[in-house]
């Protein structure tokens, strides 16, 4: 599987001869109103929007996720699987993906699986979330977190779907005021332990920087793995590189 990293969340992966983008954020830094509240962008992503065969959208509603840009994008692509409610807002070629579904585009196998973008009890407030497992005869399998925030979705992901290579994990630690100091993703030290719950070979983190309300990074990220003693799985991209994972 090659990965290339924009920044924020947004990666492109080719696995199995599919070209997919993870939630695109195009736009510069600024401010992006949310409601009655903004979030603040810190910097712009290492490259721009490029063809591809598939976006998975884990949701539609934050601008961390799907920026203007990103939605003006999502009009270029021929498939974009998502949420239920994402495809009711969206229209267009976002499909919902139900958890434990799969559909299947070339030799790529793509199933929803939950996600919970905060504590328990929080979805009336931040709405939605999905993620992603990517398979297929001879490839590797690929876990693409989303905005989760539970481990205990991750260990009910690995007890349905069974051996992971890739973790892809969302891992900045995001917090604003709507949940006080509750993660809306997976803390640095929660993506070691969603790791070792998966046994894959190789993490990939995003969503860990470029954003004032991700409050942990590259660092805390590091030391989490180096406690855990799986510094060894650790895939830190810095924006714009590429890499080769999961052989």
Do not use: C
Request: proline letters at 7%; glycine letters at 12%; charged letters at 20%.
């Amino acid at each position: 599987m090659e990965m290339r990293y924009a920044g924020g969340p947004t990666a492109v992966i080719e696995l199995g001869g599919v070209r997919l983008v993870v939630d695109p954020t195009f736009d510069p830094p600024g401010e992006y109103p949310i409601g009655e509240r903004k979030l603040t962008k810190t910097a712009g992503p290492a490259f721009g929007p490029e063809p591809a065969d598939l976006v998975l959208l884990s949701h539609d509603q934050h601008p961390d996720n799907l920026d203007t840009a990103g939605r003006a994008y999502l009009e270029t692509v021929p498939l974009v699987l998502s949420t239920g409610q994402a495809a009711g807002r969206l229209g267009g070629a976002v499909r919902a993906l139900p958890n434990w579904e799969s559909v299947t585009v070339g030799a790529l196998r793509v199933t929803g699986v939950p996600a919970q973008h905060g504590p328990d009890g929080s979805e009336h407030l931040v709405g939605e979330v999905t993620g992603f497992v990517l398979s297929g005869d001879g490839l590797p399998t690929v876990y693409v977190s989303g905005d989760n925030a539970s481990l205990d979705v991750v260990r009910a992901i690995s007890a349905r779907i069974g051996a992971i290579d890739v973790a892809v994990l969302f891992a900045g630690g995001a917090r604003t005021p709507l949940l006080g100091e509750a993660y809306l993703t997976l803390s640095s030290a929660a993506a070691a332990e969603a790791a070792r719950i998966l046994g894959a070979r190789d993490v990939v983190p995003l969503h860990f920087e470029h954003w004032q309300h991700f409050t942990q990074g590259p660092d805390t990220l590091v030391q989490a793995f180096e406690r855990a003693g799986l510094s060894d799985r650790l895939r830190l991209l810095k924006p714009g590189e590429q890499i080769t994972v999961g052989g």
